[in-house]
């Protein structure tokens, strides 16, 4: 049994520039790394061992609401994570996704070079419009070969896409009232939903 002791610290606040609120966080599969997208946008990728950032991102995100009252620095609701997008490695852990707005953005793990979008989410929820405050893509996952990826969008779409190309290859909206959470099968063939009326599986294909 663990000893439950702090391992390891990542980060630090720099001097003048005030507090960073980090809103995503993701393992690499190889358990090498850790990813976190923090209040400004940026994504860090952080060495498990050496405890250092390994690369910095730049990715532009949805302003948080306005007419909240609240302090600039103080966290939004968890549910809305300040328009935050999800984050994710790939299986091989040599690629980051992120939502930035409506897009999935990919990028090298080890230059920060973008390497791909998947460009189709909407930005408006089908019943209640803009949706103020919540990230446009909800989740982000991968088959287990990386060929596959799936996403949920504020627009309350399910979206599969051809990983290589980038290209859409199924789409489905279980549910217009609903944002919720999603996952692709190991395979890529099934994918899954999860919301108010239950638990839905999918062929994809």
Avoid: N
Wanted: net charge neutral; glycine share 14%.
């Amino acid at each position: 049994m663990g000893t439950g002791r702090l391992r390891a610290l990542l980060g630090r606040e720099e001097p003048g520039e005030g507090p960073r609120r980090i809103y995503r966080v993701a393992w690499s599969p190889d358990g090498r790394c850790v990813m976190t997208r923090d209040d400004r946008g940026t994504i860090k990728l952080w060495d498990v061992e050496t405890r250092g950032e390994r690369l910095s991102v730049e990715a532009p995100h949805d302003p948080r609401p306005t007419g909240v009252d609240r302090p600039d620095d103080m966290p939004a609701a968890l549910s809305f994570a300040g328009g935050i997008g999800a984050i994710a490695f790939t299986p091989d852990s040599r690629h980051l996704a992120a939502g930035d707005g409506e897009v999935i953005r990919l990028w090298s793990a080890g230059t920060g070079r973008q390497t791909g979008t998947f460009v189709g989410h909407g930005a408006m929820h089908p019943i209640l419009g803009r949706y103020e405050g919540a990230p446009r893509i909800r989740h982000v996952g991968f088959s287990a070969s990386g060929q596959r990826a799936l996403t949920v969008g504020v627009d309350s779409a399910l979206r599969v896409w051809d990983v290589p190309s980038g290209q859409e290859i199924w789409s489905t909206v279980p549910d217009r009232c609903c944002i919720d959470l999603g996952d692709i099968s190991p395979d890529g063939r099934y994918a899954v939903w999860a919301g108010c009326p239950g638990v839905r599986v999918y062929e994809v294909g």
